[in-house]
Every structure is written in structure tokens, then in C-alpha cells.
């Protein structure tokens, strides 16, 4: 045997052996689902969610598509949400998920009811809205509620990045709001009455996250801190230009918003 054909000998056996070697260290042998702490999945869900993902065991570790997975799971699940997938060695995947809550109640053209979580991600339609902490929707129509779709509705994605800022996280912002009313005058606005019977009213246009957090905060320091609670239980807080073109937020004990239709 000459030095080239031992050469050639040698490459082909390191080849081979790396691809057996890849075949069986790198081989998927285990796929589970991890959560947070606070959240514990079912073991029927767990698997369902495994089985949904379209992981194969025995297939390779780098071959594993995360956005297949994740369109996979989310489709077969509405309520949960695949966050990571993550390859840990010599074979194990782990999908990072995490639970989806609905909390705002949007009518449908079919007259039932679109409940959605933060994303507007329809989780399940109802024929009414379920008793508990729900935000309902007034005065907009959803067309084509599909179970497991996304809305795209710019302002209500806007009130609740409002509430984030002021820590008005999912059911903490329908905890403190019992509607919201979009009303499509001449200059659209919304109406959101709070669960101790006031009405915060902001413009839907512009910065609302800005708007919501100065009339939610004009609400907290008049009603709330400064103990004034016939202000808390009936009324409008409402922004308003003074002179110099910066806001201020007032308070009506009469809708001041006069050529609405409200």
C-alpha cells in the first residue's frame, strides 16, 4: 500500500467516525418542556406540547428548526407561547414556554366574544364574556375572529403598553379597568371607566401610552392619594393644553368633550 492510498485510508476512517460520532452524541434523546416557577403544566400538556413541536428522537440537534417548533406548538396550543428552544448536550431539547391569559373581551361580528391575551392573541371565543378580571371592549367590532389569530388593534395595543409602564401588567390593568369604550368621532377617542366608577378619556391618536400614564396618574393623585374619593367614583379625567401648549390633566363632573357623540 502506497502513502497516498494509506492517506486516503486514514481521511476516510476520521470521517466516518465523526459521523457516527455525530449520529449518536448529537442525536435527540430527550425533548421536555421547561416553564417558570410559577407556572406547572399538566403532564397531558407537557406531552401534547412535545408531540406538537414535530422534534423527532434520534434526529440531529442542529437540525431542529425554532420557528417550525414554535408555529408548530402555538398552533396546536393557542395558549401557549414557545419562547426559547434550547439544544443542551449530548442530546437533550428543552422548550422554554410559558402560558397565555386572557383578560380583554372584544364583540365579534357574530356577536360573540373575542378573548384575548396582551399580544391580542384570540385564545378562545365566547358566547359571553366569562365572569372574572376582563377588560370589555365597546364601540369596535372585530370582522374574522379566529381562534388562535392576532388582532391588529393599534390603540388597545396602545393602552395596554400604557399600563405596562405604570406596572398595569395583564390582569392588574383589567383589575383597574372595567371597560374601555372607542368612540370614532371627528377626533377618535376612548373612554375607559375604571372599576371605581370614574372615566379616564384620552385621544386615540398620538402617543397614548404618554396620554394614558398622565391621566392615570392625574387619577391617582386626585382620587387616590388625595383621599378624594367622590372624584375616584364617578366624573372624567381628561388631558387638556394650557397656554402654553403643555398638558394638563383636568377633572369634569360633566363629559367635557361636548360635539362627541357619547
Not at 425533548?31 to 399538566?42: H, M, Q
Not at 366569562?130 to 370582522?143: A, M
Request: charged letters at 20%; one cysteine or more.
Amino acid at each position: 500500500m502506497n502513502k497516498r492510498a494509506a492517506i486516503l485510508i486514514i481521511v476516510l476512517c476520521v470521517v466516518v467516525v465523526t459521523v457516527v460520532l455525530a449520529c449518536s452524541i448529537f442525536a435527540v434523546g430527550e425533548v421536555r418542556t421547561v416553564t417558570t416557577a410559577d407556572i406547572t403544566l399538566s403532564e397531558e400538556l407537557s406531552e401534547g406540547i412535545v408531540q406538537a413541536s414535530g422534534i423527532k428522537k434520534g434526529g440531529s440537534i442542529f437540525s431542529i428548526d425554532e420557528n417550525a417548533v414554535r408555529s408548530n406548538v402555538e398552533a396546536a396550543y393557542p395558549n401557549v407561547k414557545v419562547i426559547t428552544v434550547e439544544r443542551s448536550f449530548p442530546g437533550t431539547v428543552s422548550i422554554n414556554c410559558m402560558l397565555r391569559t386572557s383578560f380583554i373581551a372584544v364583540p365579534t361580528a357574530g356577536g360573540q366574544f373575542a378573548l384575548m391575551d396582551r399580544e391580542l392573541k384570540i385564545l378562545s371565543v365566547a358566547d359571553a364574556v366569562p365572569q372574572g378580571e376582563y377588560i370589555e371592549i365597546g364601540g369596535y367590532t372585530l370582522i374574522g375572529a379566529e381562534e388562535g389569530a392576532f388582532a391588529d388593534i393599534p390603540w388597545l395595543s396602545d393602552i395596554i403598553a400604557g399600563g405596562d409602564s405604570n406596572f398595569l401588567v395583564d390582569v392588574r390593568l383589567a383589575y383597574f379597568l372595567q371597560s374601555v369604550t372607542y368612540y370614532d368621532a371627528d377626533s377618535p377617542y376612548l373612554d375607559m371607566l375604571t372599576n371605581t366608577g370614574a372615566h379616564l378619556l384620552i385621544y386615540a391618536e398620538g402617543d397614548m401610552d404618554y396620554m394614558f400614564s398622565a391621566v392615570y396618574q392625574g387619577y391617582l393623585l386626585e382620587a387616590m392619594l388625595n383621599q378624594n374619593f367622590a372624584m375616584a367614583e364617578r366624573g372624567w379625567f381628561y388631558p387638556a393644553a394650557d397656554g402654553e401648549g403643555r398638558v394638563e390633566i383636568k377633572y369634569s363632573l360633566e363629559f367635557p368633550f361636548p360635539n362627541s357623540p357619547l
